[in-house]
């Protein structure tokens, strides 16, 4: 049953939901892929500045995974996914199977894992905001690299978008067994398209 965003609700305890409803999708079908239970552990959600996304990883020369998909519909922009290096080598030896040595990188069955978490951790996010928000939000096919993490955001995300807009910035920890993996998840509107999200969002009258 969808759920309704209420009346006085603070827009970004709506978004907590979005994060927490996506989580709950995610690990789902993730246990599903994976063939074993995956448990959401953590999530935060934030809004920030689009200015502060190359440091949101820490060190920008440090090598990450990322899938980045375009979105289309009542918003636009990108939705994008980012694991370290270590936590996207986790995450294809759940989904896979096969050991990885991180330093070796990824063969076409690694990438292809990659992009499948990516699709699945996209259409539950944004499942969630259209569940929550009556938002209906159409991504992409999904774009994935191994990069350090100042090119992947540089590069494929903020040449696209203004300054002085802001991102919805998502946090979640996924486990099976003992491994915990930490993904991040960045919903970056079009300026156009930033109003529209927060109405949606916003306080029922």
């Known amino acids: ?33 994976a063939g074993k ?12 500045p689009i200015e502060q996304v190359p440091n949101l990883l820490g060190d920008p020369e440090c090598v990450i995974a990322g899938v980045v998909f375009e979105i289309s519909g009542d918003i636009t922009g990108s939705f994008v996914i980012l694991f370290s290096l270590r936590d996207a080598t986790r995450l294809v030896e759940t989904l896979t199977g096969l050991h990885y040595e991180p330093e070796h990188g990824f063969n076409e069955m690694g990438m ?11 259409s539950s996010y944004l499942g969630a905001l259209e569940q929550l928000a009556g938002l209906n939000v159409v991504p ?8 350090m993490a100042g090119g992947v955001l540089t590069s494929a995300v903020l040449p696209m978008h203004e300054a002085g807009s802001e991102i919805l910035f998502i946090e979640a920890r996924f486990g099976e067994g003992e491994i915990e993996l930490e993904g991040r998840m960045i919903l970056l509107p079009s300026t156009k398209s930033l109003p529209t999200l927060l109405r949606a969002v916003g306080p029922r009258r």
């Open 140 to 147: 992409s096919p999904p774009a994935a690299a191994v990069d």
């Open 112 to 122: 292809s894992a990659i992009c499948e978490a990516g699709n699945i951790l996209t």
């Open 37 to 48: 239970p995956v448990e959401n552990s953590f999530t935060r959600v934030r809004i920030v």
């Open 1 to 33: 049953m969808a759920q309704k965003v209420e009346t006085g609700e603070h827009p970004l305890d709506v978004l907590e939901r979005v994060g927490n409803i996506g989580a709950l999708k995610a690990t789902a079908s993730l246990s599903a892929l």
